[in-house]
């Protein structure tokens, strides 16, 4: 059973039912107290043991007839819920996991080198972004500016005419880890609450100009949208799979036998201002990524970085290896956004399955 965890502006935390939901905070049950709270980091510090107990329950009232009559009344219509950013986002990582996609961007910025760097095989490259711009899904995106070259003449300040939007799941970190203590990828499942879509926005000119030497800065800082509903992973469970093989095998913190990928169809359908309707340019799997979420965890507190209940950690462009899959424009050569563009990304684990979930979706239209 799905049971995705949401957050409405006046119910405070919801768990979606189908087409309706329960506010959390109606539920007369001992440990549900935390629900009182206006968003979910409190439940999600209280760690697994917890997120297990409380979902049991939930899988017993939506099984139960008599439990689901005696709380009918207190059940709200999807559509009439207002969703907000189900977490306050300490900290926001985001990685570059996505072979295909690195490998593309690499001849494009490189021609006439190696399209992949050194290290991309040996570590999930990443970087430390501004978790003040995660806005939940149907927040507009504006378009940003920055310093763009003009040739000979000196960079001007303008908006962006290059932008960009980047398909990505992200992870939802539950209980915290200490500074200086690493987590050791044995112990990751212990601290992963569940995963949302993302959708990296970029502005690949002010991006190419400032990312020399360092990385992604104002070219990425002005908006990130995170999906409204949590998938818990203990819900995609059945969906797990084994990852792509790695060569050369890396380092033994990285290592784990443990199945990490997860079979999960992505679709990003972009409604260009103006016309009739809404075209899928993006259709991919996830378990094609290179590095895994539990990867990414182990390798980001391996210096010992602290992680905080409520931090999101994303994967990076996810792309494919064929026409069609790549994960963002600058791959597909499309066009960049316009105003008026709007940007939809969905997922469904499991697709072909009796256990079929699909994620909420992210969507976010581009103003000027």
Known sequence: ???????????????????????????????????????????????????RAVRDQLIEFASDP????????????????????????????????????????????????EPLL?????????????????????????RPSGLVPRGEAPPALQPTAALDFELEVGVVLGSSSAMGEPIPIGEVAEHLFGIVLVSDWSARDIQAFEAQPLGPFLGKSFATSMGAWITPFDALAPHLVAGPVQAPEPAPYLRTDRRWGIDLDLEVWLQRAGERGPERVTSVNFSTMYWTVAQQLAHLTVNGASTRSGDLCASGTVSGPDAGSEGCLLESGLGYLQDGDVVTMRGVAGAGSDERIALGEVTGEVVG
């Open 118 to 142: 050194p290290n991309y095989r040996h570590l999930p490259v990443a970087y430390h972004g501004r978790s003040g711009t995660v806005v939940v899904s149907g927040t507009p995106v504006r």
């Open 66 to 113: 008599e439990a689901l009559a005696v709380l009918g009344p207190s059940l709200v219509p999807v559509d009439e819920l207002e969703l907000v950013l189900p977490v306050e986002v300490g900290d926001y990582v985001d990685s570059y996991s996505s072979i295909h996609h690195a490998t593309r961007v690499g001849r494009i910025f490189r021609p006439e080198g």
């Open 1 to 51: 059973m799905h049971l995705p965890y949401g957050v409405d502006r006046t119910l405070g935390p919801v768990v979606r039912l189908g087409d309706r939901a329960l506010p959390l905070r109606r539920v007369a049950n001992d440990g549900f107290e935390v629900f009182a709270e206006p968003l979910l980091n409190a439940f999600l510090a209280q760690g697994r043991a917890r997120w």
